[in-house]
């Protein structure tokens, strides 16, 4: 009869604990910020260093924060370089 118990006891448990961490995943999710991840799909990706960052990746995390302008970028092309501009333009605070 005690293992019964012990059973019905860690069901119980199993089922509180895991209704709660449902919950508090749903209401404490936090959309991750890709715009980092974005704008170096959109870079050329030579990782040269004449923006005067270590690579593209640098350069990505220098756009996001505004430390840096696309501009820096001699090989990007025009028509990506506007299509940076709007992205940044449209996620400038948080993803
Ligand atoms: S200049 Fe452009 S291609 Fe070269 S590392 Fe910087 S972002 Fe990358």
Do not use: W
Not at 34 to 62: F, H, Q, V
């Amino acid at each position: 009869m005690a293992i019964v118990k012990a059973v019905l006891l860690m069901l119980i448990l199993g089922g509180v604990i895991g209704m709660f961490l449902g919950i508090a995943g749903e209401k404490l999710y936090v959309a991750p910020d890709t715009r980092e991840e974005d704008i170096l799909a959109m870079l050329p990706g030579y990782n040269c260093g004449g923006c005067g960052n270590p690579g593209c990746s640098g350069m990505a995390a220098k756009l996001v924060s505004g430390e840096s302008t696309i501009e820096q970028c001699k090989p990007c092309k025009a028509d990506m370089k506007e299509k940076i501009r709007q992205y940044l333009a449209e996620h400038s605070g948080n993803a």
